[in-house]
C-alpha cells in the first residue's frame, strides 16, 4: 500500500507540473533576421499560435543577415537546423540547389493564391513549385524631407535642379552609389539588367554604361555624396543635409522622431527615355517569405503556422506593428493599413519593381558589379572598360569545373602516409627502451589525456576536415572530387599573370608587406613606450599604462569600423584636421598606398599595447646591477640601452614578435572593416581573399579550402623559420 501511495503521488505531480504529459508538445522551430518592430511582431505572432494551439510550442532564432545563409547550409542537411525559416526569394536558387528548401504544399493552396499580389507569388515559384509562402515585399523608394522640399519630384533630373537652391552643405539626394543593388533602378531605367534570362551576367554594354555615367555626373556635380554607405546615407537625412534619400522600407525605423518626410515611387529619369523605355526607375524587388526545410515540409504543424503567419490577420498585424509591406493584396484594403500613406508608398513601388532574380549566378554577380561601379565614379577608369572587366570576372568565379579526376592517387598517397606511420609505430613499439619508457609515463598520459581528446576533436579533426574539402568542389550536398585542381588553379593564377589582379601571390607579396609593416611598427612603438613607462621617476604612471592599454581592450572590430569611419573623405575626422592644416582632402580607399596605409594605421592603434606589456614585463627582469655596471663604466644611455637593454630583451621579445606576425598575417578583421580589399580588392591579405572565394564568389568552399591549406603550411614554415632565428639568437646572447 506503501509503495502504490508513492507512485500516485508521483504520477499526480508530473501531472501538475507537465500538463499534457500525456501528449508530447510539438516544438516548431523557426528562425529569422529580423530586428526592431519586425521583430516584435513575428514574436507576438508566435506567441498567439501558442495560446491558440495548445501542446505546440514555436521556439524563435534570430540569426544575424550576414551569417544566415552559411548557418542554414551547415545546419539543415544535418537535421539541426529550422522546421522554418524566413528569408528572400533571391536566395531561392541556391536553397534549392543545396537541398536546404521543400515545396510549401499546401501551406499556399491555390485557393489562396488570389489574395497575394501576382509578382509576390511569381518570385517564389521556380519551375511552376511554390518554394515560400510570400510575407513582405521589400524595395527601394524616394524619401522627401518635408522641409527641404516643397512639392514631389516628376524626375531625378528636377531633383539635381536643387543643388542651387540648398545650402552647400545639403545634398538633393542621398543613397548609396557604389552599391549595384541601389544602382540597379538607374540601370533598369536606362533599359539595362543584372543578369539574363540564362543567368549570365548582363551588367555590361551600352545602357549599362550609361547609367554609370549619368550617377558619376551627378556625383561630380554634387547632388550625391562621394563614398556613401548605408549609415551615411541615413544620417544625412535624418539630420536634414539630404532632401531626399533612395531606401527602403527599412530605413523608417532609424527616422522616428527626427524629420518630417513622405515616401513617393522613384521618378523616372528624362535623360533615360527613349524608344525602347521611358526611363522608369524599376528598383529590384526581394520578396521576404517562409520557406519550409526537408524535414519541416512534411509535418503538418509546420505547414499550418507558415499559413498561419502568412494569413490576413497576421499580416495586419505585420503591417501594423512591424511596419512592414506585407505581400498579401487583400489587407491593402483594410482603412488602417490604406492609410498609412509610407507604407502605401513602398507598396505602390513594387508594383512596377522588377523580381530578384533567383539564380545562383546572382550570388557571384554583386562584387564585380560593385567594383565596376565603384572605378567610374572615382574616376579611376571608363565605365565601359571597368564593365568588361566586371564580366570577366564574374566568368572567372562561374568558371565549371574541369571533369573529375580519378581518386586513385590520392588514395593511394593516403595509403602510404597510413602505412609509413604504421611502420614506425611497430617499429617504436619494438623498441625495449620506447616500451619502459612509454610504461613510466603512464601516470603522465593520465593526466593530459583529457586534453589531448579535447585537442584532437577541436584542433586536428577540424584541420584534417579543411584539408580534404580542398580537394572537392561543388556545394557540401553536392561534393565534386577534383582532386588538386584548386590548388593547381591557385599556384597557376588561374591561367592569367602570376602577378596579375587576384593572383595567390600578389595577394603574398601583400600579406608579407602588410605582416613586415605592422610588426615592425608594433615592436618599435612598443618598446619605446615600454621603456619610457619604466623609467621610475615617471609621474602619472599608472594612468598612462592604463590609457595607452586600452586600444587593446577595445574589440577589434569596434576599432576598426571607428577608423574607417575617420578616414571617410568627406565626413571622416583625418581629414577634417588635414583641411584645418590647410591640405587637401585624401580619399583614403580609391589608392593602394592610402588604402594601405590606413589599414596599418588602424592595426598598429590595436596592436602596440601587446608588445608594451610584453616589453614591460621582460624590463623588470633585467638585473638593475648590470645597468648600473654599465653606467659605471661610462656608457651613454643609448649605449645601455643597445648594447645592454635591447639585448636581454631578445629572449622575450622574439617569441612575442613570432605570436605578433601569425596574429598580423591572418589578420581579416583590420582589412576586410576597414579599407574592404579597396581599391579593387588590391588591400587584401590570403586570409580576406579566401574568404571572398568562400563567401562572394558562387561559395567556391574547396577553394578556400584549399587557399586555407597554403595558408597553414606558410605560417608553419615561417614560424619554424621564426623559431630557428630565435634559437641562434639566444644561443648567440
Known amino acids: 500500500m506503501r509503495n502504490r501511495a508513492i507512485f500516485l503521488l508521483f504520477c499526480a505531480i508530473c501531472a501538475i507540473a507537465i500538463p499534457g504529459c500525456g501528449e508530447p508538445a510539438k516544438s516548431i522551430v ?27 510550442t514555436v521556439d524563435l532564432l534570430s540569426i544575424p543577415f550576414d551569417a544566415y545563409s552559411s548557418k542554414l547550409g551547415a545546419a539543415i ?27 510549401v504544399g499546401d501551406a499556399l493552396p491555390d485557393a489562396e493564391v488570389g489574395a497575394y499580389d501576382k509578382t509576390s507569388v511569381d518570385a517564389v515559384t521556380l519551375g511552376g513549385v511554390r518554394y515560400a509562402v510570400p510575407l513582405t515585399n521589400k524595395c527601394l523608394a524616394l524619401y522627401v524631407n518635408d522641409a527641404l522640399v516643397k512639392s514631389d519630384p516628376k524626375s531625378i533630373e528636377e531633383i539635381s535642379r536643387l543643388r542651387a537652391s540648398l545650402p552647400d552643405d545639403v545634398y538633393p539626394l542621398a543613397y548609396e552609389a557604389p552599391n549595384s543593388f541601389f544602382h540597379a533602378p538607374f540601370l533598369y531605367a536606362f533599359g539595362g539588367r543584372m543578369l539574363d534570362d540564362r543567368g549570365r551576367f548582363a551588367f555590361q554594354g551600352e545602357a549599362a554604361a550609361k547609367s554609370i555615367d549619368f550617377v558619376r555626373d551627378l556625383t561630380l556635380a554634387r547632388v550625391v555624396p562621394v563614398e556613401p554607405d548605408g549609415a551615411l546615407v541615413t544620417r544625412l537625412f535624418a539630420s536634414g543635409h539630404a532632401a531626399t534619400a533612395i531606401n527602403g522600407p527599412w530605413m523608417m525605423s532609424e527616422l522616428e522622431g527626427t524629420v518630417s518626410y513622405h515616401v513617393i515611387p522613384l521618378p523616372p529619369i528624362e535623360a533615360a527615355a527613349s524608344s525602347s523605355t521611358h526611363g522608369e526607375m524599376k528598383p529590384l524587388l526581394t520578396v521576404e517569405g517562409v520557406m519550409l526545410s526537408p524535414t519541416g515540409a512534411e509535418r503538418e504543424e509546420v505547414r499550418a503556422f ?76 571608363k565605365s565601359v572598360d571597368a564593365l568588361e572587366e566586371a564580366a570577366a570576372r564574374f566568368a572567372d568565379a562561374m568558371r565549371p569545373q574541369p571533369p573529375p579526376p580519378s581518386p586513385a592517387p590520392l588514395l593511394v598517397a593516403l595509403g602510404a602516409i597510413l602505412l609509413g606511420l604504421a611502420f614506425y609505430a611497430v617499429r617504436r613499439a619494438q623498441n625495449p627502451s620506447f616500451r ?54 591557385i599556384l597557376t593564377a588561374r591561367g592569367g599573370p602570376l602577378l596579375g589582379h587576384g593572383s595567390f601571390y600578389l595577394t603574398l607579396l601583400v600579406t608579407v608587406l602588410w605582416t ?41 572590430y569596434v576599432t576598426a569600423l571607428a577608423w574607417k569611419g575617420m578616414f571617410h573623405r568627406q565626413f571622416g575626422a583625418v581629414n577634417a584636421i588635414l583641411k584645418a592644416l590647410g591640405a587637401e582632402p585624401v580619399s583614403w580607399f580609391s589608392h593602394f598606398s592610402t588604402a594601405f596605409a590606413a589599414n596599418v594605421a588602424t592595426n598598429v592603434w590595436l596592436g602596440f599595447p601587446f608588445m ?103 605560417l608553419l614554415g615561417g614560424t619554424r623559420l621564426l623559431g630557428k632565428v630565435a634559437g641562434s639568437e639566444e644561443g648567440i646572447t
Open 77 to 103: 542537411p544535418r537535421a539541426h537546423g529550422p522546421d522554418l525559416f524566413i528569408d528572400a526569394n533571391e536566395r531561392l536558387g541556391v536553397y534549392l540547389r543545396d537541398g536546404l528548401v521543400a515545396p
Open 306 to 381: 507558415a499559413r498561419y503567419l502568412a494569413g490576413e490577420d497576421s499580416a495586419l498585424l505585420r503591417a501594423g506593428l512591424g511596419q512592414q509591406v506585407v505581400a498579401r493584396s487583400d489587407v491593402w484594403q483594410n482603412d488602417l493599413i490604406a492609410s498609412d500613406l509610407k507604407l502605401k508608398a513602398f507598396h505602390d513601388a513594387a508594383r512596377a519593381a522588377v523580381p530578384m532574380p533567383t539564380s545562383p549566378a546572382m550570388r557571384a554577380a554583386w562584387v564585380p558589379a560593385n567594383q565596376a561601379i565603384v572605378k567610374v565614379l572615382r574616376g579611376d577608369a
Open 516 to 556: 613586415l609593416a605592422n610588426v615592425t611598427l608594433h615592436v618599435a612603438i612598443g618598446l619605446v613606450l615600454g621603456v619610457a613607462l619604466s623609467r621610475p621617476l615617471l609621474r602619472f604612471k599608472a594612468i598612462y599604462r592604463v590609457l595607452l592599454i586600452l586600444p587593446w581592450a577595445v574589440p577589434s
Open 436 to 489: 619502459v619508457a612509454v610504461r613510466k609515463s603512464m601516470p603522465a598520459y593520465r593526466y593530459v589525456a583529457h586534453a589531448a581528446i579535447v585537442i584532437f576533436a577541436l584542433v586536428i579533426v577540424p584541420l584534417a576536415a579543411g584539408a580534404l574539402a580542398s580537394f572537392f568542389a561543388g556545394t557540401e550536398t553536392h561534393p565534386l572530387y577534383v582532386g588538386m585542381t584548386n590548388y593547381v588553379r
Open 612 to 714: 608594451m606589456v610584453v616589453t614591460l614585463g621582460a624590463l623588470t627582469s633585467i638585473p638593475k646591477d648590470v645597468l648600473e655596471a654599465a653606467e659605471v663604466d661610462g656608457a651613454t644611455r643609448l649605449q645601455r640601452f643597445f648594447k645592454v637593454t635591447l639585448p636581454l630583451l631578445k629572449p622575450t621579445l622574439l617569441p612575442a614578435v613570432v605570436l605578433g606576425a601569425v596574429w598580423t598575417f591572418n589578420m581579416f578583421n583590420v582589412v576586410f572593416l576597414v579599407s574592404g580589399g579597396e581599391p579593387d580588392d588590391s588591400t587584401d591579405i590570403l586570409v580576406s581573399d579566401a574568404y571572398r572565394w568562400a563567401f562572394t564568389r558562387d561559395a567556391q568552399y574547396g577553394y578556400a579550402a584549399a587557399y586555407a591549406v597554403l595558408i597553414f603550411f606558410l
Open 30 to 56: 523557426l528562425w529569422h533576421a529580423y530586428r526592431g518592430r519586425e521583430e516584435s511582431a513575428i514574436e507576438l505572432l508566435a506567441r498567439r499560435y501558442e495560446e491558440q494551439h495548445p501542446g505546440v
